[in-house]
T-cell receptor, first 116, second 108 residues
Framework: DTEVTQTPKHLVMGMTNKKSLKCEQH?????MYWYKQKAKKPPELMFV???????INESVPSRFSPECPNSSLLNLHLHALQPEDSALYLC???????????????FGEGSRLTVL | QKEVEQNSGPLSVPEGAIASLNCTYS??????FFWYRQYSGKSPELIMS????GDKEDGRFTAQLNKASQYVSLLIRDSQPSDSATYLC????????FGQGTELSVKP
């Protein structure tokens, strides 16, 4: 069973659309992440929620907006995206002690986003 | 100098051989070291964690850490075609940093 579930698996959207990616983890972890991955590149951290407190990668544009309704759910709201935002978006969770991730990440299957 | 460096490959080995994947890092304060495997079109999967100098074995996989040399490696014994994937080294100091990944191809 996949313990970190992402929906949708594929998303095609226009530059004027508003859409959301969703993630749910069933591992009891207290830290959840959004990563962006382009082809043949490593995952790039976008946002971290640790004990429901948000940390942001300052280079991420404001057209990406995270939301953490509770410690098991993580959303990524998308608005006015650009074609260069097309990528695999990965949700991950980890155990988190004293606000520091262990580094052992459990990834969902990813949401492949295409922006037209 | 990149914070975590890996040879991008591709590294090609014959089936049954030992595959050796290498990673160097720049932050001497790094505390935790990880290897993730990523099949084409799939998400990364954690396969090994190592926290202290020396070797850690798990089945056909052995992780080796040398903090003095700032070097971590992954050995895959009896390589199988199903091991063909990109292997990402990740190092945690103040934050988790991924290397660029090494593409491994195991030829039957």
């Amino acid at each position: 069973d996949t313990e970190v579930t992402q929906t949708p698996k594929h998303l095609v959207m226009g530059m004027t659309n508003k859409k959301s990616l969703k993630c749910e983890q069933h591992m009891g972890h207290r830290a959840m992440y959004w990563y962006k991955q382009k082809a043949k590149k490593p995952p790039e951290l976008m946002f971290v929620y640790s004990y429901e407190k948000l940390s942001i990668n300052e280079s991420v544009p404001s057209r990406f907006s995270p939301e953490c309704p509770n410690s098991s759910l993580l959303n990524l709201h998308l608005h006015a995206l650009q074609p260069e935002d097309s990528a695999l978006y990965l949700c991950a969770s980890s155990q988190d002690w004293a606000g520091v991730s262990t580094g052992e990440l459990f990834f969902g299957e990813g949401s492949r986003l295409t922006v037209l | 100098q990149k914070e975590v460096e890996q040879n991008s490959g591709p590294l090609s080995v014959p089936e049954g051989a030992i595959a050796s994947l290498n990673c160097t890092y720049s932050d001497r304060g790094s505390q935790s070291f990880f290897w993730y495997r990523q099949y084409s079109g799939k998400s990364p999967e954690l396969i090994m964690s190592i926290y202290s100098n020396g070797d850690k074995e798990d089945g056909r996989f052995t992780a080796q850490l040398n903090k003095a040399s700032q070097y971590v490696s992954l050995l895959i014994r009896d390589s199988q075609p199903s091991d063909s994937a990109t292997y990402l080294c990740a190092v945690r100091g103040g934050k988790l940093i991924f290397g660029q990944g090494t593409e491994l191809s195991v030829k039957p």
